[in-house]
């Protein structure tokens, strides 16, 4: 088996990083959205309660620990893909923003630019945006599919500038990592007990559930670089 390419990048993101305006040599944060800058997995707690079903927290990943609540039979991992599309159908517009998240990239966009790159379907794109900029999230959504690393190393190009990247899977992490070394790579989890789940990523420079944490950590390395 090959590993992924590191630099790939799904057919529908560079018509969407050409409509971007970044300025060249400032700084860019690129931030994950579910369980980053919104509450997914609370947002998924409520959905599975409405359709007779629970999450049990046993271990970090969702294929296999949703189950009914009558039998407490997991949902079969084929099904999973459909209940999940289901989800962000009827979720996406009003999951709740993570606190704290609006007022630090507020305070942070002062000394850098932020783009949000989520991965979603693109048909959700401007649902994600309305319900962001609803709380406070006003910042540009690249729709994603796949890995993050590619897509990363683009906007790291356009820009010629730090990058900070925030995101709460460790693989997104490690794509990043290997797409483009320089970054500094935030493993952040909005829920404390998925956070207690995961230790920290293997390519993250620093661990985190609260955004004042992170607003510290990114002032401090802009600091470092002199911006
Ligand atoms: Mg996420």
Not at 53 to 77: C, M, Y
Not at 97 to 108: F, H, K, N, S, T
Request: hydrophobic share 40%; net charge negative; proline share 7%.
């Amino acid at each position: 088996m090959t590993s992924p390419d590191p630099l790939a990048l799904h057919e529908s993101v560079p018509a969407q990083l050409a409509e971007l305006r970044l300025e060249r040599g400032r700084p860019l944060i690129v931030t994950d959205c579910d369980e980053v800058l919104v509450e997914f997995l609370k947002g998924l707690e409520r959905y599975l309660e409405a359709n007779n079903l629970w999450i049990d927290l046993q271990s970090f990943a969702l294929s296999g620990n949703i189950k009914h609540r009558d039998t407490n039979e997991p949902v079969p991992p084929k099904e999973m893909p459909a209940l999940l599309e289901r989800f962000f159908d009827t979720e996406t517009h009003r999951l709740d923003a993570v606190e704290g998240a609006a007022d630090a990239l507020a305070e942070l966009s002062k000394r850098a630019q932020v783009v949000v790159l989520s991965n979603l379907p693109l048909t959700q794109r401007r649902t994600r945006i309305d319900n962001l900029s609803a709380q406070g999230l006003d910042y540009p959504v690249i729709a994603n599919q796949g890995l993050k690393g590619g897509p990363v190393r683009k906007l790291a190009e356009l820009v010629e500038a730090p990058v900070f990247f925030l995101d709460d899977l460790p693989p997104n992490i490690s794509s990043v990592a290997e797409a483009y070394e320089p970054s500094h790579r935030i493993h952040f989890i909005a829920d404390e007990r998925l956070a207690k789940l995961l230790g920290p990523a293997k390519d993250s420079h620093f661990h985190t559930t609260d955004w004042n944490a992170a607003k510290a950590f990114i002032e401090e390395k802009l600091a470092a670089e002199g911006f």
